[in-house]
């Protein structure tokens, strides 16, 4: 058997990287160059990049503007690396962030820039809410991913990853999302809503919930690594309702979300309401290392060096950033990533008439996720299947062969993700479903 190069690439690096990677193991090739929706292996494969870095890539692999604002930025000279100073191109960015904030949050937000990844962000909105209302306890949601560091990782709904670990950061506690499709309540629909509402303000009702009240409540809008489980409005702006009227802060996770994914500048727009503080990281950095948090400035009580990172000043990602954020804005993508997520969201459904180990299609914007089953199993009282993570997982493998890249999550690993970027084509979408049903049918029976 012979032996390629990519071959040796490949297993050098297995060999050497820790047993934790994980995008690797699905796709054992050796990646080298990448256009907007395209990527290329070292044997000269093309794939279309429906994981656009688990959402990071917004335009794509190397969209020309982004890379020639970077290209002068490197050319000029300029401080790559600032932590919190002042720099022209800080101040650029800023502008050009609070231009697509939404005008009430905008007014009254500050930001603290952090470390290069989401779990940082994670990481300090907790620090500021416990040290702006001097409690201690945290709520988060099932299925919920903010972050693998150890305070992101307390907050996490999986279990698996942190069940090694033992003691993490206490006092957090756990509450039931809108997933309807596997209601925690048994009912779906608009009952299981209206349900968790309750639930939630009772926990911050009832004196004997066992739950002191809390710093903060974490959320995201849309859970992305959860398995792509879109909150209804309805549950949003009751989440706001009972949040603001208990005094507790509302933090809402846009990390994988933001800057247009779900066909609004930002997933929390849609219930139009208005959190006390919003995380960013992936597409903020225009795909180089960055992240955030925003928050009312009635919160900003903590002193200084409270929050700090040695690369929280990444100006090559603020340049990036803005460059992102101004092709966006300008090109009319949130719109089209809505267009096209209909386009996406249709497409989709049909798959699912026909192919009935897809359990449920669910989505918004360019964030869709297929939920696999094993359809031959009984079903539940609300007729939901079982999850099937081995067929979902030999179903990526096939898109894989097919030139599609695409990820999958959930519970047991059982949802397909598509994460395609803001530029992807109507063209480029009619080959996804395509190459996604060739996948289907390798591995019927």
Known sequence: MTVTLADEQYHYVQARESAARTYADAA????EY???????????REYLDCLSVAGTLALGHNHPEVSDKVRQFLDAGRIQQALDLTTPVKYEFL?????????????????????????????????????????????AFHGGYHGMTAGA??????????????????????????????????????????????????????????????????????????????????????LREITA?????????????????TGTMFAFEAAGIEPDAVLLSKAVG????????????????????????????????????AATIDVISRDGLVDGARRRGELIGESLREL???????????????????????????????????????????????????????????????VLRLLPPLIITEAEIREMITKLEKAFIDCQG
């Open 352 to 414: 699912a008439a026909i192919r009935p180990e897809i359990g449920e299609v669910r989505g918004r914007g360019l964030m869709w996720g297929l939920e696999i089953i094993d359809p031959d199993a009984p079903a539940d009282r609300l007729g939901s299947r079982p999850a099937d993570g081995a067929r979902a997982r030999a179903i990526k493998r096939r898109c894989l062969e097919h030139g599609l890249l695409i990820e999958s999550g959930g519970r047991y690993g059982a």
């Open 95 to 139: 502008r050009t962030l609070y231009g697509v904030l939404p005008e009430g949050f905008a007014a009254d937000a500050k930001v603290q820039f952090c470390g290069p990844t989401g779990a940082d962000a994670a990481e300090a909105a907790v620090k500021l809410f416990k040290t702006a209302t001097g409690r201690r306890t945290v709520l």
């Open 286 to 321: 225009g795909g180089f290392p960055l992240a955030l948090v925003l928050y009312n400035a009635e919160y900003d009580t903590w002193r200084p060096g409270a929050h700090a990172g040695t690369f929280r000043g990444n100006q090559v990602a603020m340049v990036a950033g």
């Open 245 to 261: 009227r208990h005094d507790v802060p509302l933090v809402i996770d846009e990390i994988q979300t933001g800057f247009g994914r």
């Open 28 to 31: 054992d090739r050796v990646f």
């Open 34 to 44: 990448g256009s907007l929706a395209r990527i290329r292996d070292t044997a000269g």
């Open 153 to 238: 990782l307390a907050l996490m709904g999986n279990v698996a990853p942190k069940t090694p670990v033992g003691t993490l950061m206490p006092d957090v506690h756990f509450l039931p999302y809108p997933y309807s499709y596997r209601c925690p309540f048994g009912v779906g629909g608009e009952e299981g809503v209206q349900i968790g509402l309750r639930y939630i303000e009772r926990v911050l009702d009832d004196p004997e919930s066992g739950v002191p009240k809390p710093a903060a409540v974490i959320v995201e809008a849309v859970q992305g690594e959860g398995g792509v489980i879109p909150a209804p409005v309805q549950w949003l702006r009751g």
